[in-house]
């Protein structure tokens, strides 16, 4: 099994620039992909960057040039991170932290609250 717990969220003001990190530990220690999601109200769930294990990203086209997705390991725990910068009202969703261990499982965190607002 594999738990997933993001942090980071928040209110921040447009323009503003929030870290977001997901922890992932368990039984499983390698990751072929990693990805970070969101929805907003009334939304579908949306791809915004992604990682695989050699370093190569994917953005959406909305975010891309401001946010960045990282990811690094300490012991038994992968983190993931995500960089947001230049904020938009638009960014506003719930993030999720998405892992791959291998095509056909993934496993998926509880989300934390990004809010955009002046």
């Known amino acids: 099994q594999v738990q997933l717990v993001e942090s980071g969220g928040g209110l921040v003001q447009p323009g503003g620039s929030l870290r977001l990190s997901c922890a992932a530990s368990?039984?499983?220690?390698?990751?072929?992909?990693m990805g970070w999601y969101r929805q907003a109200p009334g939304e579908r769930r949306e791809l915004v960057a992604s990682i695989t294990n050699e370093r190569s990203t994917n953005y959406a086209d909305s975010v891309k040039g401001r946010f960045a997705i990282s990811r690094d390991n300490a012991r038994n725990t992968m983190y993931l991170y995500l960089q947001m910068n230049s904020l938009k009202p638009e960014d506003t969703a719930v993030y999720y932290c998405s892992a791959r261990p291998h095509p056909g499982m993934e496993y998926w965190g509880k989300g934390t609250l990004v809010t955009v607002s002046s």
């Open positions: 368990g039984s499983i220690f390698s990751f072929y992909y």
